[in-house]
């Protein structure tokens, strides 16, 4: 794997918009998650987060503080992780890892109210599953049934680090 370069996680702006919608995923991703140009319109509570290395957009995902966390956790400080997306062109480089590390830190400093952070992830998807875990988060045990099928719940405690 070469050298990721210098990756930082930064709260959505226009800027982004061009290279977002220029996102290409292979089929067998695009199943398990949506790209970004999917995601332009959010609700209020969504909160669209890219993943820049070099000051290009190289990934995106959703940060939700809604209703919606409640199905995933017990926790009224959780915030939801949705919709992770690297762009086909860029994977490969450890730029999803390297997002995903600086998650907990880029969560404490947006979001100082938030103590965990959870996500659903399909019981195929064993790449994201991998991801995942190795960047801290773990499976609690709970299963919820998604579009395609049986999901895992994960969840990263921001407590106490």
């Given at each position: 794997?070469?050298?990721?370069?210098?990756?930082?996680?930064?709260?959505?702006s226009d800027e982004h918009l061009e290279v977002l919608h220029s996102f290409k995923l292979p089929e067998e991703q695009e199943q398990f998650t949506a790209l970004p140009s999917n995601m332009l319109e959010v609700a209020e509570g969504q909160h669209r987060i890219v993943i820049v290395s070099d000051h290009e957009p190289v990934g995106f995902f959703l940060l939700h503080s809604t209703e919606r966390v409640k199905e995933y956790?017990?926790?009224?400080?959780?915030?939801?992780?949705?919709?992770?997306?690297?762009?086909?062109?860029?994977?490969?480089?450890?730029y999803a890892k390297q997002g995903m590390l600086l998650l907990r830190d880029f969560v404490k400093a947006e979001f100082p109210n938030c103590d965990e952070i959870v996500l659903a992830v399909n019981h195929k998807n064993i790449p994201a599953q991998r991801l995942y875990s190795r960047v801290g988060f773990v499976d609690?045990?709970?299963?919820?049934?998604?579009p395609i099928g049986e999901q895992f719940i994960m969840k990263l405690s921001l407590k106490g680090s």
């Open positions: 794997m070469e050298k990721v370069d210098y990756v930082a996680l930064k709260m959505f956790s017990n926790n009224p400080k959780a915030m939801l992780l949705t919709a992770l997306s690297i762009n086909h062109a860029k994977q490969g480089k450890g609690i045990g709970k299963r919820k049934m998604g």
